[in-house]
């Protein structure tokens, strides 16, 4: 029965092929619409370590004075180097790592090849295996590396490309700021997006190339990339990286075993942060925050405003289309009002006639949807063609695939429910009358 | 006018008298309009709804298509076409108390290059990825009256090379430029000399000469105002909007971008001009970036530029969308009423009539979507304004886009109403 209501459909699609070219063409714009943009929205919002993003916390704390304070302020972003360093100490979670961004020249010690300016994060042991840091040789150090200033690195899988062709570089050595460095570890290619444990450079950057001690950047005194937030006499003639200095610029997060044991650390920091202020060093009230990745890339409005705004115009967008789609099916269908008359009294039920118009709609939807997808394909390599440095993300996954077919379908089949119910309410005599 | 015209319709005006014929002609069809548009609910208020839902939409969408156009409009005070910004990166360490004395070499380089108006060495430049703020009060220690200012460190030549006009006072002299490293390697940096824009002026000094006083930024080192620019705002200008746009420029040579003011027609040649100068004194530098301000203007406001142009294309796809559905329904009810059509036609109607009748009906309908419509984007404004802290839709957005709605509805039905309008009386009975 539904093979011979598909084929009475095609041959009425085909009978008005004007209308229904039209329909399709509608629904495919918006579905095409509404796809682009909630492609770039999922792409966007997407969790970045999804296996322990409930487990991995960033660390808060207002360490600032009270100069410009208000009641209910966010707390300040970054950490001072002070207070990262005493929380490392304590290890009171199971993996914690501080960190920081830079961009410093790397080269050979021969002369030939040319130093590569590349995207530097120091930090402390734990980092790699908190943020699941895939290996392609070796590994990351040690805590004892980072207490001895040791002076190691770790490269990523392109920086390998260049300086060693992509061989196995473990154990060579490399020069920074005339320094040399010997590699403990090379990187699979890796791309965090969204640049979750360090948003103050962009949110959607590049995951970092060249990886190496906090200690040792210290010792090297490597400077800074990002946020620098200084308060009361800040740097105070010195440097603002200074173990003392009132600026904050670190970036602390925690792992835990079971995403429950935040509790107790949130009260350890609670407790840190009063024993501070009354050590005079903190002026505020105590106001800490530990935010697991998702509440903190929330926090952190890390999903483009306008990203939302395009996804909601572009439904409001599907929603005008569908609206005209119930219009033109109903005025398709009433056309026909004199066939269903003869159905109907050849003995076809209501049920029978409101199936036959809801197949017809539902196949109206599927060439929506196919040429929707075609849309879809098109709008995201507009958005890819733009200088966002989000844009190259845009791609059309699976889950998204099967979403634009069951929108479509879903929006045809709701656009054919009206006309198929007043299909269904055509009475064969007054329509076998007027004939 | 309407009982000038019953009583002596022969001294009325032609015009009049064609307009008032017309109006009672249309009131004459009201009431079958009405009463087929009754018989047709679910048809017309579909109608009504897409046009409805498309005036909220498309009046809402111009109004952020204006607003981002105004924000690619906005203007910067700076001397924009003349100016290139480079960036240098020495892959060997510098030690930080050298920086000042590079910068002033390289100044003196860049200076001497022919075709090189002014050249400076700033910390920020608007439309670059860096912005230094700082608190500024009138009084030490962080007391009294306190706003947060984009700081802006720069020799003696940024006014000349950023093209900044002096409202009052003088620009630094060439002595009075200190460096950097010096001055912030002691705890109470002291910066005696301070230039600062007109929006720090007013807000800090309302009313008054801001010439000869004081402010403080660094603790209790006083910073005396001895001149006031005209325009000079944030590194991003949106923020100088919702900052309120101080501004202030201390005399410090330290690292920062390079800024050259030259003839817009020479800036390729001068950027090649003036990398080959830098890299070559110095092997182990890198000059990293080389553009002209325009370049990082475009590219500042790519994301705008990109937002405007698919709201743009949706408006156009739903005006398009909904013209489809107006003239899909319209084809559809004259074809159900091809009877009636002819039945009048035979009875004495002119083609005339019958075009206007159709029309007539499309306004009722636009009309009272317009009217709904209108209510939705006012609705849809005040959502947008809570959760995306736009501005409020102006008034004349509504007007306009009942009007385009209007006149996509007559443009419509123009072409179904002309096939009614067309058909021969006889076979329109015949059928």
Redo the contacts between chains.
Sequence with gaps: MFLHYLELAWRNTLAAKGLSALMVLALALGIGACMTTLTVYHVLSGDPIPHKSTRLFNVQLDASDMVGWRAGDEPTFDLTRFDATALLRDKKAMRQSMSSGFNTAVSLADAQTKPVFSSTRYTTADFFAMFDAPWQHGGGWSAADDEAEARVAVISSSLNEKLFGGANSVGREIIVRGQPLRVVGVLKPWHVKPHYWDLTLGSYIETEDFFLPFSTAMAMKMGHWGNTDCWARGAAGGSSYDLNASCAWVQYWVEFAKPEDAAAYRDYLVAYSEAQRKAGRFERPTNVRLRNVMDWLGAQKVLPADVRLQTWLAFGFLAVCIVNMVGLLLAKTLRRSGEIGVRRALGATRADIFKQFVVEAGLLGLAGALLGLLFAQGGLWLVRQSPNDYARLAELDASMLALTLGLALLASLIAGLLPAWRAALVTPAVQLKVQ | MTTTSAISPTTTPRADGGALRAAGRALADLRPILSTLRRHR??AG??V??VA??CA?VTN?LH?IQTRIEALNADSGLAESELIVLNL?????TQRERTAGIVAEDMTRLRALPGVKAATSANQIVYGNNSNNS?VTLEPD?KGL?I?ASQYAADDQLLPAYGLKLLEGRNFAPDEVLDSFQV?????PRIPQVIINKAMADKLFPGRSPLGQTIYVF?NAPSTVIGVVQTLTHPQLHRARSEGGAAMIFPLRGGGSYVLRVDPAQRDAQIKAATVALEEHDK?R?V?QARPLTEMRA?FY??DR??AW??GG?CV??LL??A??IV??A??WV??RTRMIGTRRALGATEGQILRYFQFENLLLTTTGIVIGLGGAMALSQLLMQS?ALPRLPWIYLPAGALALWLLGQIAVWVPARRAARLAPVAALRS
């Design positions: 679910i048809a579909l109608i709804l897409e839902l498309t939409i969408a952020l990166r020495d892959s060997k360490p608190g962080s306190r947060v912030f390697s002691v705890a109470e603790g182990s890198v990293t590219a790519a994301q990109a937002m698919l709201m949706v796809a739903l969308v909904t489809m559905g899909g329904l084809s559809f074809q159900q995306y």
